[in-house]
């Protein structure tokens, strides 16, 4: 789907209006899981619970007000 798509690049369709978003986090290896659920969310997220030379995966599900689903993986790796 477009909205599929436009997560993968970062953005979301113009007419899409975000009304809960759940970030999933795994560290290192591990598989991820729940890691934040926020209603009315915006486009930004800052992890603050991050350890150095950590690698992390992100898993974001984004469910808009008329009940359509974004989701996008993105792996990050925090260094010192």
């Known amino acids: 789907t477009v909205a599929h ?3 993968k690049y970062g953005h979301l369709p113009e007419d899409f209006n975000p009304s809960k978003t759940t970030i999933y986090r795994g ?9 934040i ?3 009315d969310a915006g486009n930004s997220f800052e992890d603050s619970a ?5 690698g992390y995966t992100y898993r974001i599900r984004i469910i808009s007000e008329t ?3 974004i989701s996008s993986v993105l792996p990050a790796t925090v260094k010192q």
């Open 37 to 39: 659920t926020i209603e």
């Open 67 to 69: 009940g359509e689903v």
């Open 27 to 35: 560290k290192n290896q591990e598989q991820v899981s729940t890691y």
């Open 50 to 54: 991050i350890e150095l030379n950590t």
């Open 5 to 7: 798509e436009a997560a």
